[in-house]
């Protein structure tokens, strides 16, 4: 289905993924991978999947609304499509590069709260980082059991669904003193799982 011209803008669409995952996997060592791949995201480490953000920002502007606060629409192919303190992101990120462990737990650890917030929830890294999520990752029956489930999809549904406001007038100020503007904007949330399911249902 076209987008209708009134609705479209273009844009440049980022996500944290690919950014620390690179650095926890440069950061590990082969025993610390090992411990880390023992866990529930060990095995979304190895994701191969590439973030396409000219494919998230199509789907966005085919956005539907939906009485259902808890389900994101588009309109596709004509018809709907349902996906039932003071340190920053940054600094932390940078200490976690830059720190020798002389204990694998401890690394593990931190490398878990930073795929975490980094890669599921998707962090800006300019924000506060938030040290509870270290408190839970540091309890192993507390971590098991917690619903990060919850948690990612509440993020990725919220950040879709609100990133797209203002984005069109904002654009069309900006393109009147450049015809080649594009916009730009980032998603928060695991965004390769919805990614995943959309390629899916265009194949269907």
């Known amino acids: 289905m076209a987008i209708l011209a ?45 973030f396409n953000g000219q494919h998230f920002h199509h789907f966005l502007l085919r956005e539907v609304t939906d009485a259902n606060l808890d389900v994101i629409s588009f309109n596709i192919l004509g018809k709907k499509d349902l996906n039932d303190k003071d340190s920053s992101c940054k600094d932390v990120e940078n200490a976690f590069e830059k720190s020798t462990f002389i204990n694998d737990e401890d690394a593990v650890k931190v490398a878990l709260t930073l795929f975490i917030k980094m890669v599921m929830i998707g ?49 069309e100020t900006k393109k009147v003193e450049n015809a080649h503007y594009a916009s730009y904007y980032r998603i928060e949330g695991f965004v390769l799982a919805f990614e995943l399911c959309s390629f899916i249902s265009i194949s269907l």
Not at 27 to 42: D, H
Not at 139 to 148: A, G, I, L, Q, S
Request: charged letters at 30%; aromatic letters at 12%.
């Open 6 to 50: 009134e609705k479209y803008f273009s844009a440049i669409v980022s996500c944290q993924v690919h950014k620390s995952v690179s650095v926890i996997k440069n950061k590990l060592t082969e025993e610390q991978m090992r411990m880390f791949k023992t866990t529930p995201f060990g095995p979304l480490l190895d994701v191969d999947l590439v």
């Open 123 to 171: 962090k800006d890294k300019k924000i506060q980082f938030d040290v509870k999520t270290f408190g839970v990752v540091n309890d192993p029956e507390v971590f098991r059991h917690y619903d990060w489930s919850a948690i990612f999809f509440k993020r990725t549904l919220n950040s879709m669904k609100t990133i797209m406001h203002g984005k069109k007038e904002a654009h």
